[in-house]
């Protein structure tokens, strides 16, 4: 039977119920977000789907609440919330609709559930303390969402609804950037792996144009490689590779002789006419050509390599 209604609490929102809708109505673009406590309502039929409210989970009947005592819980015991329920279930469907490749879509769908969903489902029970971020937690997009309600002293009858509704496309903006964010990066995988290989020894990745690179070279244990280059609009980039996310600390530093020179002073220092500018903090040199950037290159890597012989 056709779905013709999600149903959901009334009354103020979180972020769990918020981000439910956001999957459901992309699926069910045609059935109407209902917000109610009313029995008739919260009672299972083909004809919805009912999430964060009903107080039981059952797949089958498509009821997905988890107020109830014992609430439902992942294989490894943390607590799900309605958003972590809905994501199992109707998550692998919502990536075919956001048309991301099939083969892609398993790997796209737990790193979206462990780095999204879950910390939603932690907070939403309680399992984590929103003091977990310390004093960015009002920047969490929990906070930022429940942001949205309306203020104590608005009386309307239509508040809640209208808060919640106001704030569904923005929900939906968050978690459509994420799918495309890691759809990206699975396409960048292919890319940049061939682009280590092509490297072979050599010290220099050269990439077809800007795109995460990082985990394609750890995978092929390219510790050799120092500096990437890739063009950038009308010019070409070399920047350095950090040693982790954690840290600024990179592999190798462009030389410093050419910190903060832009222009001529930079092509009289390093003899490669085209380049035109280099950071101060030595991690990024921009040359106006493929050329020009491999020829800094090659430089930087021989400055490199006597730098690090010189401190053994």
């Known amino acids: 039977m056709t779905i013709t209604h999600l149903v959901t609490h009334s009354g103020g929102f979180h972020a769990d119920e918020l981000l439910s809708s956001v999957v459901l109505t992309k699926l069910f673009p045609k059935a109407k977000v209902l917000r109610s406590r009313d029995r008739q309502w919260i009672m299972p039929s083909d004809d919805k789907i009912i999430y964060d409210v009903g107080g039981q989970y059952d797949a089958t009947a498509?009821?997905?609440?988890?107020?109830?005592?014992?609430?439902?819980?992942?294989?490894?015991?943390?607590?799900?919330?309605?958003?972590?329920?809905?994501?199992?279930?109707?998550?692998?469907?919502?990536?075919?609709?956001?048309?991301?490749?099939?083969?892609?879509?398993?790997?796209?769908?737990?790193?979206?559930?462990?780095?999204f969903v879950?910390?939603?489902?932690?907070?939403?029970?309680?399992?984590?303390?929103p003091s977990v971020a310390g004093p960015l937690s009002i920047m969490t997009l929990p906070a930022?969402?429940?942001?949205?309600?309306?203020?104590?002293?608005?009386?309307?009858?239509?508040?809640?609804?209208d808060a919640f509704f106001g704030a569904l496309p923005i929900a939906r903006s968050f978690v459509e950037a994420q799918i495309?964010?890691?759809?990206?990066?699975a396409r960048a995988q292919s890319m940049a792996a061939k682009a280590v290989a092509d490297a072979?020894?050599?010290?220099?990745?050269?990439?077809?144009?800007?795109?995460?690179?990082?985990?394609a070279m750890d995978e092929a244990e390219a510790d050799h490689i120092l500096f990437v280059v890739n063009p950038r609009g009308s010019d070409w980039t070399i920047g350095g590779i950090k040693l982790s996310n954690d840290t600024f600390e990179q592999r190798a530093d462009l030389p410093a002789a050419w910190a903060g020179l832009t222009d001529t002073a930079l092509e009289e220092v390093c003899g490669v006419k085209g380049a035109k500018f280099c950071h101060k903090a030595r991690f990024i040199?921009?040359?106006?050509?493929?050329?020009?950037?491999?020829?800094?290159?090659?430089?930087?890597?021989?400055?490199?390599?006597?730098?690090q012989d010189a401190a053994k």
């Open 200 to 215: 072979g020894t050599l010290a220099i990745l050269e990439l077809p144009m800007g795109m995460p690179y990082r985990s």
């Open 62 to 115: 498509q009821i997905f609440d988890h107020h109830q005592r014992p609430g439902p819980l992942r294989s490894d015991d943390q607590p799900y919330s309605s958003f972590g329920l809905i994501w199992a279930h109707y998550g692998m469907e919502y990536l075919t609709a956001m048309d991301v490749p099939t083969q892609d879509a398993e790997t796209i769908h737990a790193k979206f559930d462990s780095n």
């Open 144 to 161: 930022l969402l429940g942001s949205l309600k309306p203020v104590f002293d608005d009386v309307s009858p239509t508040a809640d609804d």
């Open 118 to 129: 879950l910390p939603i489902d932690l907070l939403d029970n309680g399992a984590m303390e």
């Open 180 to 185: 495309r964010k890691l759809a990206a990066k």
């Open 285 to 307: 040199a921009v040359a106006s050509s493929r050329e020009a950037i491999l020829k800094m290159a090659e430089i930087a890597v021989t400055e490199a390599l006597k730098e």
